[in-house]
């Protein structure tokens, strides 16, 4: 069956960054793409972006340009998000999802099915 | 502030058929596909709806959606108490060329 699994939660202090990685299995990778949505304690969800498995291209939210990267590696069917300058309100679970939109994000048509199982990072001086 | 607007909560009893709105502009719901993500404490959310209508498998058809213009409503029929949940429209919005949300609304079955 199709399954997203990521890493471990992580601690960090404000200023530093964290990697989180997001394992695909059950599906052909490299034929969709992967978005990136977080959601702080108590709160609701924010997507965070996209990127294609198959091109590499991204599409980054307005709120997180220039902080963000994300990256894929279709030899182990993973993908990454890096977030820098981290700060305390980026305490929250992040969760990456199997997005169906491969070329190009500009129109619409994403949709998350299914999504990993979350990995907590936490702010904290 | 969510850019589509969600009511913080609903409530019904077994049975009974209960509508979640969500409002948002024409540069997302009102030109675009609207998506319902159901998310149970603890949990990833689970894709319900998508591109307007259609169920992943494994959804009941208990579950639909409508539209009109700048808004989008589920509608969850023979309510059950297992569909306690938070559930959240999204949509993509032309004018920020990304993925928006709603703030989430919390059913709860009495």
């Known amino acids: 069956q199709v399954q997203l699994v990521q890493s471990g939660g992580e601690v960090k202090k404000p200023g530093a960054s964290v990697k989180v990685s997001c394992e695909a299995s059950g599906y052909t990778f490299a034929s969709y793409g992967i978005s990136w949505v977080r959601q702080a304690p108590g709160q609701g969800l924010e997507w965070m972006g996209w990127i294609s498995a198959y091109t590499g291209k991204t599409n980054y939210a307005q709120n997180f340009q220039g902080r963000v990267t994300m990256t894929t590696d279709t030899s182990t069917s993973s993908a990454y998000m890096e977030l820098r300058s981290l700060r305390s309100d980026d305490t929250a679970v992040y969760y990456c999802a199997k997005d169906p939109i491969v070329y190009g994000s500009g129109s619409g048509g994403h949709y998350f099915d299914p999504w990993g199982q979350g990995t907590l990072v936490t702010v904290s001086s | 502030q969510s850019v589509l607007t969600q009511p913080p909560s609903a409530s019904g009893t077994p049975g009974q058929r209960v509508t979640i709105s969500c409002s948002g502009s024409?540069?997302?719901?009102?030109?675009?596909?609207a998506y319902w993500y159901q998310q149970f404490p603890g949990t990833a959310p689970k894709l319900l709806i998508y591109?307007?209508?259609q169920r992943p498998s494994g959804v009941p058809d208990r579950f639909s959606v409508s539209k009109s213009g700048t808004s989008a409503s589920l509608a969850i029929s023979g309510l059950r108490s297992e569909d306690e949940a938070d559930y959240y429209c999204?949509?993509?919005?032309?004018?920020?060329?990304?993925?928006?949300f709603g703030g989430g609304t919390k059913l709860t079955v009495l």
């Open positions: 024409s540069s997302n719901i009102g030109g675009n596909s």
């Open positions: 999204a949509a993509w919005d032309d004018r920020l060329s990304g993925v928006v």
């Open positions: 591109k307007n209508n």
